[in-house]
């Protein structure tokens, strides 16, 4: 058994070798913990006048240290966004929605002074080469850059509509926005970049990645790092996880890419081999102090279970699924959804994670009409003991 942990352990990672991993650290089965609503930053998001409602939230601290109380300001990145104005517990004739919005937060701490809302009007529209009219971005996760002068990366799926149905739409296509260092929104001299980070499979099934980025730098406070970006995929209906990644310097020439195909890096994103499966659309991949890595997601991308797998590395191997969390939204109301959970280290206090997931509902309209309050992310917190 010792034997064949250790064959698994070496295979994972190729060049990235774990045999100096420590023998407590390499259990990806058991994790003592005890978690609990975070109700200061639930309550952070109930608002009654502009942003009121979203989902997506990736947080970004702006000073590009992803650890637990090291970053002084915070980008969230929101994707469909409620905005307009809420009396009386009903919606007001000034209600609308648009595609993407941002705030930013000062400090990590989830008090109403610090934050800030940017919801005029849709932030992020595309323009590269590949889009077209009527195409719109949802926003994935991001970081800043130190090898590029502190730029902002963003990753950004293009999506069309297709239908009037609740799933009547599709992603058509990935982008990179990049931000210059230091800029604040609106962001007027961000630049886009189409990229073959999505890949079509049939008419059904594909392959995206930018649903989760872990910074394995050391200046962006990484316990044991490796000098790589690595970017996370989901692919096809049972939502495998892939990795990618990239220098941080490199991020723009994608030939420079590499995808773990099981194996080994490869160049070919065709080769990208599954870590893991059942995850969500949105995920985070966070450190531990014990050296494992903790992947946080909705169990089968929309269900009442926020998961957590334990890994020996960002690219695993991957344990099963630990239930941390029973989303209680879905027993209120069965016409409710909860999906995309991800952890917030940069917001974190030492010990814990805060972990956020998101609550929508199939019949949409009719439901925020009588919740108005009902699409805004939730939170939780998950103490190691």
Aim: glycine share 8%; charged share 15%; hydrophobic share 40%.
């Amino acid at each position: 058994m010792i034997t064949l942990l250790a064959l698994l352990i070496s295979n994972c990672c190729a060049e990235n070798c774990l045999d100096t991993v420590p023998l407590q650290s390499r259990d990806t089965v058991h994790l003592s913990y005890s978690v609990a609503p975070a109700n200061d930053w639930n309550a952070l998001f109930i608002r009654q006048s502009g942003w009121f409602g979203g989902d997506g939230i990736f947080s970004i601290p702006v000073n590009g240290v992803d650890t637990a109380g090291a970053a002084d300001s915070t980008l969230l990145l929101f994707s469909d966004t409620m905005t307009g104005t809420i009396r009386d517990g009903k919606l007001q004739p000034d209600v609308t929605m648009i595609h993407n919005s941002v705030a930013m937060l000062k400090g990590n701490e989830p008090l109403e002074k610090n934050i800030r809302f940017y919801s005029d009007a849709t932030m992020f529209e595309p323009r590269t080469l590949a889009a077209v009219k009527g195409d719109y971005y949802w926003l994935g996760d991001g970081f800043v850059n130190h090898e590029k002068g502190n730029s902002t990366y963003i990753v950004a799926y293009r999506i069309r509509n297709i239908g009037s149905e609740v799933f009547g739409f599709a992603e058509t296509g990935n982008a990179l926005i990049v931000l210059p260092p230091g800029s604040r929104p609106p962001f007027a001299n961000h630049r886009q970049l189409d990229t073959p980070l999505f890949q079509p499979l049939d008419s059904s099934q594909h392959i995206t990645f930018g649903v989760g980025i872990f910074v394995n730098t050391r200046r962006a406070g990484a316990p044991n790092p490796d000098g790589y970006v690595y970017v996370y995929g989901v692919k096809g209906l049972q939502k495998e996880v892939l990795v990618a990644r990239v220098l941080p310097a490199d991020i723009e020439d994608f030939g420079r890419w590499r995808y773990w195909n099981g194996q080994q890096w490869t160049a070919n994103i065709q080769q990208a081999a599954a870590v893991t499966a059942h995850a969500s659309n949105e995920l985070s991949v966070t450190p531990l102090k014990d050296g494992r890595y903790a992947l946080i997601f909705q169990v089968d991308g929309i269900s009442p279970v926020v998961g957590l797998r334990l890994g020996l590395s960002p690219a695993g191997p991957f344990g099963p699924v630990i239930k941390i969390w029973e989303c209680p939204e879905t027993k209120e109301n069965k016409h409710f959804l909860v999906y995309n959970a991800k952890a917030h280290p940069n917001l974190s206090k030492p010990g814990e994670l805060l972990i956020s997931y998101n609550v929508n509902a199939f019949n949409f309209l009719h439901e925020l009409a009588a919740q108005p309050q009902l699409y805004r992310p939730r939170f939780i917190r998950l103490t190691f003991k």
